[in-house]
């Protein structure tokens, strides 16, 4: 299967496709060709897939397809585990629906927002529901979002969705549309990129799901350069603003494990002159989604993040990643890549280590089979 054309989206292929053509999207990703299929033909699905290989496309085109849009009821749950990513999910659906010209709705419902503007939204009948799933139960259980005709229910970034903090609240939205479907049927598609043996056993809603597990592709693969920088830790704040400078990065996301140093190194930064927004995990709704926009739109050149609020978050034009920090293991590191060099583009992940980080460096380089690059002092681009 070589184009959308090629897939079975019934009598809105026309439209779906030439919504997807006219925002640049002619052929379908791996993951997209793989899954897709099997979700229009209404099995049970789990995938695993590297990050920035478009998974979200993947089970937003088959909800799409089938959502009847004059039965004015929720049909497609999709839960996320971060509040950025659901509204950046419910955007997607939103405007591909625009594009299509569907009368599909699609609502972005998340902790942290007024729930009395959700329930007002509500009262316009979206077809198509995306939340976390601490909101979700809240409004299920104040009669308020409705979830008897609910026939597909996705699980984004399912490796979280199903860890030790989220679990519960995962699997009680599961029975909530479980009991408020009753017999009839519901089809489950799972996604991440990872696929931890705790998550799928947590998983056991599932009756005899197909796993998908897609493997990045060499070229891919090589969209993405690695680099290491030896760097004295109290030197590193000075080298993210050189590098920033000196490289011409345009877009780059700064990972650090811990909030206070992710507070003190924006403090710093902006003093030397870079533009530069944060998103972290204790930070208010709004203050998060402004640091995003200013991010988006240009206004920002840094964005600097934890692991926790940065998890799924597909930000066009990523062109450099810095690590201020060591991620604490491979998988991290891979999650932490996954931000630039997304959809086959190029980009670069920069790793600062100090001395003692320097074993840790080459443990993660055996453990991911990455040769890491040394980056020379780099001169400064005009």
């Given at each position: ?35 897709i299929p ?18 979200t ?34 955007k997607?659906?939103q ?29 316009k ?44 609240n ?67 704040i ?23 140093d ?11 002159g ?32 934890t ?26 590191y891979?999650?932490r ?41 780099p001169?400064?681009?005009?």
């Amino acid at each position: 299967m070589t184009t959308f054309d090629d897939m079975d989206f019934g009598d809105r292929k026309a439209a779906l496709v030439a919504a997807l053509a006219s925002q640049g999207i002619e052929t379908p990703l791996p993951v997209q060709a793989k899954a897709i299929p099997r979700l229009l033909s209404g099995g049970n699905l789990v995938v695993q897939a590297p990050t920035g290989t478009g998974k979200t496309l993947a089970y937003l085109l088959p909800a799409l397809a089938r959502i009847d849009a004059e039965h004015m009821q929720a049909q497609t749950v999709v839960l996320a585990p971060t509040y950025e990513l659901a509204m950046q999910i419910a955007k997607t659906a939103q405007e591909l629906a625009q594009a299509a010209e569907l009368p599909i709705r699609a609502l972005g419902l998340i902790g942290g927002a007024n729930i009395q503007r959700q329930i007002e939204k509500l009262k316009k009948k979206p077809q198509l529901i995306v939340g976390s799933a601490g909101r979700l139960i809240e409004l299920a259980h104040k009669g308020k979002l409705k979830l008897q005709d609910v026939n597909f229910l996705v699980l984004d970034e399912f490796d979280r969705l199903l860890d030790d903090q989220n679990a519960k609240n995962t699997a009680d939205v599961v029975q909530l549309v479980r009991r408020a479907r009753g017999d009839q049927p519901i089809q489950y598609a799972l996604f991440s990129a990872t696929a931890p043996k705790k998550a799928l056993e947590r998983a056991d809603f599932l009756d005899h799901p197909e796993v998908l597990r897609i493997e990045a592709a060499p070229a891919a693969a090589q969209t993405v350069q690695h680099y290491y920088r030896m760097t004295p830790f109290r030197e590193k704040i000075a080298e993210v603003r050189k590098l920033t400078r000196r490289l011409g990065v345009k877009r780059g996301i700064v990972f650090i494990n811990r909030t206070f140093d992710a507070e003190r190194t924006l403090e710093k930064l902006r003093y030397d002159g870079i533009r530069a927004e944060a998103l972290l995990g204790h930070q208010g709704k709004q203050a998060r989604a402004k640091a995003l926009q200013d991010f988006r739109s240009g206004k920002a050149t840094l964005l600097l993040s934890t692991d926790l609020a940065a998890r799924g978050l597909d930000i066009q034009d990523v062109d450099t990643v810095f690590n201020l920090d060591l991620p604490e293991d491979a998988k991290t590191y891979l999650h932490r890549a996954g931000r630039t060099g997304r959809a086959g583009k190029e980009g670069r992940v920069v790793t600062l280590a100090d001395l003692k980080e320097a074993l840790k460096l080459e443990k993660l380089s055996k453990s991911l089979g990455i040769e890491f690059q040394r980056m020379a002092s780099p001169r400064r681009k005009k």
